[in-house]
C-alpha cells in the first residue's frame, strides 16, 4: 500500500525576520548599526545618515531571501 507522505513545511528563520524586512523589489533591508545609544559622540551628519534602512550587500540576499522563505514583516 501507499502511503500519502507529505512534505514539511519550511519554517521562517525569525531571528533574521525580526532584523530584515523584504522591499517591493525583493531586495533585504536592514537598519544599520549603530544608532541604538551613545548617538551623542557621532557628529549630526553622521547621524543623520544612519537614519532609516539600506539594502543588505548583494553577496547575503540570497541566504537571508531563503531564511525569510518569501515573507516579511
Sequence with gaps: ?????????????????????L??????MHRQSGTSHLATGLT???RRNLRGTKPV????????????NGYSN
Design 57 to 68: 550587500h548583494v553577496c547575503m540576499e540570497p541566504s537571508i531571501q531563503a531564511a525569510l
Design 44 to 46: 549630526k551628519k553622521r
Design 1 to 21: 500500500m501507499n502511503k500519502n507522505k507529505s512534505k514539511t513545511k519550511v519554517k521562517t528563520h525569525k531571528a533574521t525576520k525580526k532584523r530584515f524586512r
Design 23 to 28: 522591499s517591493a523589489t525583493g531586495k533585504a
